[in-house]
């Protein structure tokens, strides 16, 4: 009984040392939303400045009265981050293969880079915004392109991922979700 | 002269700590300006995550510092600032986290470990002094006691 009250101070280093140890396995870039499950911002912004209206798609602007109805993915992107470029194929590949309506939100980008960047790249996305001073960014949570989010059927943000979607992130997070809120 | 140089380096110094707030940001209103820059050293910048949105350079700190003098503008209180940005970003945008249920470990947790340590350590020490006063050693007998006595005459 002695002998393991002696023990006792190696245990708790060693609960300390396990502790911090997973610590190091954490991404100190990974900050929870404090949005998860509560309604999407409400938001109307316009179309990308001199994106062509007719046969396109991604015209007409992005508002939060699109987000209802089916489940939907909102990519927050810009031409000028290179994270975006290599998520695109995935999001590509999501929006047309997979069955998953995108919105995008184009965050604080000049409309002819963006306009150059989707004709170079294509767009996956059924709708576009383009928040040119990041306000309605902010009203999301955004801190760093690119991220996505999934709203549910009546609108409220479900899951957000930080950085580009991966197609393991696709696979294992972004579709069993899309199946299972399309039931609920 | 030497004097002179050693003034105007101190005066200098007081300007060094480099303001990330650009001029056009600032408030034409004093007041609201102090305000503003109370909070934006409360606010953490999520791009480099241990500067204030006062102390950053990041675009994103600079859009959250106008937020907020906008807030303030429209006649928001202090509070009601903070709560604007929390509401978005969550408690971790705050430098100083606040006391509630989810950071209970964070603040309690010291003062719990030092209250572990001090009860140990009492009671580590009274089992100390019991063996000092020997309470766990038996009584001498008669015949040790003899011999003590003989001892200690001698040295008479």
């Keep these: 009984m002695r002998r393991l ?53 991604g015209a007409g602007g992005l508002s939060s009265a699109k987000l209802t109805g089916d489940v939907t993915l909102v990519n927050v992107f810009a031409s000028w981050c290179i994270p ?3 998520e695109h194929p995935v999001i590509t590949r999501l929006s047309r293969e997979q069955g998953v309506t995108v919105y995008g939100i184009n965050y604080k980008d000049k409309p002819e880079d963006a306009l150059t960047w989707l004709s170079r790249n294509g767009n996956p996305y059924a709708a576009i915004g383009a928040d040119q001073d990041g306000r309605v960014s902010i009203d999301w949570g955004v801190y760093g392109v690119p991220e996505s989010y999934l709203i549910d059927r009546k609108g409220r943000i479900r899951f957000k991922h930080v950085g580009p979607l991966t197609p393991q992130v696709v696979e294992e997070q972004i579709l069993p979700m899309v199946k299972h809120l399309r039931q609920g | 002269m030497k004097r ?30 102090t305000r503003a820059r109370a909070i934006s050293q409360e606010l953490r910048c999520l791009v480099c995550q241990n500067q204030s949105i006062d102390d950053s350079n990041a675009p994103l700190a600079r859009d959250l510092r106008l937020l907020v003098r906008d807030r303030l503008k429209a006649g928001d209180s202090d509070t009601k600032v903070m709560e604007y940005v929390t509401d978005r970003y969550g408690d971790y945008v705050l430098l100083r986290p606040p006391f509630k249920a989810t950071t209970l470990v964070l603040w309690v947790g010291p003062f719990a470990v030092l209250l572990l340590g001090a009860a140990g350590t009492f009671l580590f020490l009274r089992g100390r002094r019991g063996v000092a006063a020997g309470a766990d050693t038996a009584p001498l007998s008669a015949d040790e006691r003899r011999r003590l006595d003989a001892l200690l005459r001698k040295d008479d």
């Design chain 1, 84 to 86: 975006c470029k290599a």
């Design chain 1, 5 to 57: 009250l002696y023990l006792l101070p190696f245990l708790l280093f060693l609960g300390v040392g396990v502790a911090f140890y997973l610590g190091f396995e954490r991404d100190p870039r990974d900050i929870p939303s404090a949005l998860i499950d509560k309604p999407a911002p409400t938001f109307d912004l316009p179309a990308i400045p001199g994106q062509p209206v007719q046969g396109q798609l």
């Design chain 2, 4 to 33: 002179v140089l050693l003034a105007a380096l101190l005066a200098l110094s007081t300007l060094a700590p480099a303001l990330a707030v650009q001029p056009d940001e600032v408030l034409p209103d004093p007041a609201l300006e």
